[in-house]
């Protein structure tokens, strides 16, 4: 971010009402149902770009270079935090085969902001934290969530720097409980209050949901039991573990919308910025093309293990990831379309 972050949170403070961004992939089973109004509410608007009034707000874009820090928080193996480690350096990673994740980043960067600075091409893996005792308890509420990047960035050893494109993403462990989780949420971007933090930081929550509802977070390595009944089979994750390959889908998601929305004030739909509807929304469930519905899109199958997905990475790695809204055709786009 160019401006100064607490010219941009006064900024913010005038402009939107406190906005909460959320996030789960699969719509639920009726869309018309009453805990559905608002957050988790199905938001698929595939193929009808008429329905989508995506609109910018007049703030700002992460148009600075970008630096994820990611903060384990619960108790997490070192093969988990290897995998997430690789999707984050995958994201402006040069030389990776098509259709990489850095070209699946170059739809993010199609935002601009009022200056016409798009949203930054590099995004680099930054300093990282652990807390696996977890400090703040197994049960957190989102407001938690903001003590747990305080104390990773005020931490008396090693705390995490505080610097002017820091991202900072908390991830937590399947044996932590976070509010909304699973029920109406898998993650969701916000910012921090200088009350809470001493900072206004953008941040971003992502849970695996391998112990809680994996066929709502992990979508489509598990898949609800009415699809099963349907004769349809889950997706075998490219990296062996459905909770963490569901988990980077999901971050993608949020790491998406935090580049183009990061003060909930930029690119999002809908009348209500309590409720935005945001790029990655747009998109829920849709990882090729043809998809839409229950049905994900062409992907690409791994020959050796079978597992599939729709992007390459750094070292090797390959990941399923969910495709966002291209401002520019008006409809959702990923490198692994067919028409490219
Ligand atoms: C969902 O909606 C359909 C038709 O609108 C209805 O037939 C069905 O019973 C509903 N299912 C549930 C679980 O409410
Ligand atoms: C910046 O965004 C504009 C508008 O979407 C787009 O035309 C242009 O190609 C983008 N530039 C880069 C480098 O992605």
């Given at each position: 971010m160019a401006m100064n972050r607490l010219a941009l949170f006064y900024l913010l403070l005038a402009l939107a009402p406190l906005a909460v961004t959320a996030w789960r992939p699969w719509p639920p089973r009726n869309a018309s149902?009453?805990?559905l109004a608002g957050i988790?509410?199905?938001?698929?608007?595939?193929?009808?770009?008429?329905?989508?009034?995506l609109q910018y707000h007049m703030g700002p874009v992460l148009a600075a270079d970008i630096t994820v820090h990611p903060i384990w928080y619960g108790k997490w193996p070192v093969s988990h935090k290897r995998t997430i480690r690789a999707f984050l350096r995958s994201l402006s990673a040069a030389g990776v085969p098509s259709p990489s994740v850095s070209a699946w980043w170059r739809t993010v960067r199609l935002y601009t902001d009022q200056t016409s600075s798009n949203v930054s091409a590099t995004v680099r893996?930054?300093?990282?934290?652990?807390?696996?005792?977890?400090?703040?308890?197994?049960?957190?509420?989102?407001?938690?969530i903001q003590s747990v990047v305080r104390d990773a960035v005020t931490a008396t050893t090693r705390p995490?720097?505080?610097?002017?494109?820091?991202?900072?993403?908390?991830?937590t462990?399947?044996?932590v409980a976070v509010e909304n989780f699973c029920g109406q949420v898998c993650g969701f971007h916000y910012f921090t209050f200088p009350s809470v933090v001493g900072y206004t930081l953008p941040y971003a929550w992502v849970g695996n949901s391998a112990a809680r509802c994996p066929e709502i977070c992990a979508y489509p390595f598990a898949i609800p039991s009415y699809i099963v009944a349907g004769g349809r089979r889950p997706e075998s994750p490219p990296n062996g573990d459905s909770g963490i390959d569901g988990m980077v889908s999901v971050i993608a998601h949020e790491l998406a919308e935090?580049?183009?929305?990061?003060?909930?004030n930029a690119w999002y739909a809908g009348e209500d910025p309590s409720f935005p509807t945001e790029i990655a929304d747009l998109c829920e469930g849709i990882y090729g093309t043809g998809g839409g519905g229950a049905y994900t899109g062409q992907l690409l199958t791994d020959g050796r293990s079978g597992a599939s997905y729709n992007v390459n990475g750094v070292g090797g790695r390959r990941f399923?990831?969910?495709?966002v809204w291209d401002p520019v055709v008006s409809y959702c786009s990923g490198p692994n379309a067919l028409d490219h």
């Open positions: 149902g009453g805990e988790g509410a199905s938001k698929k608007y595939e193929g009808s770009s008429d329905f989508v009034k893996l930054g300093e990282e934290k652990s807390d696996a005792r977890m400090s703040r308890g197994a049960r957190l509420s989102r407001l938690d995490l720097p505080v610097d002017s494109g820091g991202v900072y993403l908390v991830l462990s399947p044996e935090l580049a183009s929305n990061p003060l909930a399923l990831v969910q495709w």
